[in-house]
């Protein structure tokens, strides 16, 4: 099966600077990238995702990006603000297949402010 | 309200005791999914559900059983609880092609 690596486990950044969170998968077949948010107490929730055919996705602050030759991808944080503190998740999945998704191992963000 | 709901929220349970874990959907996907959350091993999947009469093992399936009762209901049981089953569950909906969407988990504690 996949099998997602997800670097670094912890990061701390100082507000207004930017925060990169990698991921590497082992299936080249894998097609969609979802990231996932989880704030304390609250289940993950989706905030970027890229799909293959896409070598890079941006929405306001957040951008990802994907090399399909490399089997990784990554989420780029800029101007980062302290409501931006969470565990950040990467996924990788088949789509059209069972649509199982494959989790990486969390990156928990601190944005001192 | 919440698209995806699970009862309990936290839940304390001894060694031994059978539990169950619910979760419902107003979203109306077909797929629903519970996971497993640990502190550095990420999401890992106990089971998954395409439809009311389909029922899949995840990864980490021993100890654990589900039943579909309906489309938008999926609930998680654990017979015989052990210590290493303290954990955050979440339960999760998707249709074919989409991301996945979480409820707010339960926090669940076996002494």
């Known amino acids: 099966g996949e099998n997602v690596e997800q670097h670094p486990s912890t990061l701390s950044v100082q507000e207004g600077d930017s925060a990169v969170i990698k991921c590497t998968y082992s299936?080249?077949?894998?097609?969609?990238f979802p990231w996932y948010k989880q704030e304390l107490g609250k289940g993950p929730q989706l905030i970027i995702d890229?799909?293959?055919?896409?070598g890079e996705k941006k929405d306001q602050r957040i951008a990802v990006t994907l090399n399909k030759t490399a089997k990784h991808f990554s989420l780029h944080i800029t101007e980062t603000q302290p409501e931006d503190s969470a565990v950040y998740f990467c996924a990788a999945s088949l789509e059209n297949t069972g649509n199982q998704f494959y989790f990486g191992t969390g990156t928990s963000l601190t944005v001192i402010p | 309200d919440a698209d995806v709901t699970q009862t309990p929220r936290n839940r304390i349970t001894k060694t031994g005791k059978r539990i169950m874990l619910e979760c419902s959907q107003t979203k109306g996907h077909d797929r629903m999914y519970w996971y497993r959350q640990d502190p550095g091993l990420g999401l890992r999947l106990i089971y998954y559900s395409f439809d009311v009469k389909d029922i899949n093992k995840g990864e980490i399936s021993d100890g654990y059983s589900v039943s579909r009762q309906a489309q938008a209901k999926f609930s998680l049981s654990l017979e015989s609880a052990i210590p290493n089953q303290t954990a955050l569950y979440f339960c999760?909906?998707?249709?074919?092609?989409?991301?996945?969407?979480f409820g707010n988990g339960t926090r669940l504690t076996v002494t």
């Open positions: 890229i799909r293959s055919n896409v």
């Open positions: 299936d080249s077949a894998s097609n969609y």
């Open positions: 999760a909906t998707s249709d074919p092609g989409s991301p996945l969407h």
